[in-house]
C-alpha cells in the first residue's frame, strides 16, 4: 500500500446557510442572490418561512437550484422560534457548520469565505464567529454591535488575522461549528423576538466559556429600514409593545449569570427608566409601565433550553 493511499483524506466542510424570513420577499430574494454568488465558499440555502402571506413560498419554490431548500413552519414562531426550526434542521440533516442570518442581510462575495478562512485559522476550536455588520451606507450598523470581551487579549495572537474575541453578537450573519449547537443546545424558541440571540451567543461564549470571535475581513449589510438602536424612551409609539419581550427576555438572561449579571440588569432598567423621564416626548407612563412590569413579570419567565439528540 503506497503513503498516499494511507494517508487520510479530509472530507470538504458542509455548510448550511440558515435564513429566516416573515412577509419580506423582495429583500429574501436579494439575500438568496448574495448567498447564490459566494465566492470561493459553497453552501446550501434553507429558508425557514415563518408562514408569510405574502406570495413568498410560492416564488421561492419556483427557484431552480438544488442548493436551496423551503420549509414553512406553519405560523408564525417569530425570530427565535425560526432560528431554533432552522439551526436544528441544520444539524439534524449533519452539516458541519451553520451560517445564519435574518432576510434582510445581504453578504458581500466574500463573506462566507473570509469565516471559513478565520475556522480553519482557528482549527474549528471556536464557539461562534461574527461578520462586521453595516447599515446601507457603509457605516457601522448600530443594532447589530457586537460586545468585546474584555479580557480580548487571551487570544491577542488572533488579532493579525483580524479575529478578536467578542462574548455577544446578533443573528445577522454568524457561523456556528455543529459540535457547538450540540453542546450549547438551542435559540430558546419562547423568547419569539428580541434577546434571543444574545441569549444564544451569551450562553456560548460567557456560560460554556466558548471563545468566540469577530472576524474583520467578513462584512454583510443589514438592509434596516433606519440605522437606530434600541430605546423605549425614544422609539415611536408603535414600537413600545414590542419591548413587552425586550424587558421580560432580558431578565430570564442576565439572571442566569449570577449576583453580576442580575445587578447588571437591575442598573440598565434603572437607567432606561431615567432616559424616559429625560428624553421620551410622550406616554412616559406607558413606558415605564412597560419598563418595570416586564422586567418584573421576567422574573417568573424561565423556560427551557431544548438540545438536539446526539
Not at 410622550?282 to 418584573?296: A, N, P, T
Given at each position: ?69 423551503y420549509r414553512n413552519t406553519g ?76 479580557s480580548f487579549y487571551e487570544h ?93 427576555n432580558e431578565s430570564n438572561i ?57
Amino acid at each position: 500500500m503506497s503513503f498516499d493511499s494511507e494517508r487520510k483524506v479530509e472530507q470538504p466542510i458542509q455548510v448550511a446557510a440558515v435564513v429566516v424570513t416573515y412577509n419580506r420577499r423582495e429583500l429574501l430574494l436579494q439575500c438568496i442572490k448574495k448567498i447564490r454568488t459566494q465566492q470561493n465558499a459553497e453552501c446550501d440555502i434553507l429558508i425557514v418561512d415563518n408562514a408569510s402571506s405574502d406570495g413568498t413560498g410560492k416564488i421561492i419554490q419556483s427557484i431552480t437550484d438544488n442548493r436551496l431548500q423551503y420549509r414553512n413552519t406553519g405560523s408564525n414562531l417569530g425570530g427565535a422560534g425560526g432560528f431554533q426550526y432552522g439551526i436544528r434542521w441544520a444539524v439534524e440533516a449533519r452539516y458541519d457548520r451553520v451560517w445564519i442570518m435574518d432576510d434582510d442581510t445581504l453578504p458581500e462575495s466574500d463573506t462566507l469565505a473570509e469565516l471559513l478562512e478565520a475556522d480553519a485559522r482557528l482549527e474549528g476550536n471556536y464557539g461562534f464567529l461574527s461578520s462586521v455588520v453595516l447599515w446601507t451606507d457603509g457605516h457601522e450598523c448600530k443594532m447589530n454591535r457586537q460586545k468585546i470581551k474584555k479580557s480580548f487579549y487571551e487570544h491577542i495572537e488572533f488579532l493579525r488575522d483580524g479575529l478578536i474575541q467578542i462574548e455577544q453578537a446578533s443573528f445577522v450573519s454568524l457561523l456556528f461549528p455543529a459540535k457547538t449547537i450540540r453542546k450549547a443546545g438551542l435559540p430558546i424558541k419562547e423568547y419569539f423576538i428580541w434577546g434571543d440571540d444574545i441569549e444564544y451567543t451569551r450562553r456560548i461564549a460567557v456560560r460554556k466559556g466558548l471563545s468566540s470571535y469577530l472576524v474583520g475581513r467578513s462584512q454583510v449589510i443589514h438592509a434596516m429600514k433606519q440605522n437606530s438602536g434600541s430605546n423605549l424612551a425614544t422609539d415611536s409609539v408603535e414600537r413600545i409593545e414590542r419591548y413587552k419581550y425586550a424587558y421580560r427576555n432580558e431578565s430570564n438572561i442576565y439572571r442566569h449569570e449570577g449576583l453580576k449579571g442580575f445587578c447588571y440588569y437591575v442598573a440598565r432598567c434603572a437607567r432606561d427608566l431615567l432616559r424616559i423621564w429625560k428624553d421620551a416626548k410622550d406616554h412616559r407612563f406607558l413606558r415605564s409601565w412597560v419598563l418595570i412590569s416586564c422586567s418584573i413579570g421576567g422574573l417568573s419567565f424561565n423556560p427551557p433550553v431544548e438540545h438536539i439528540d446526539k
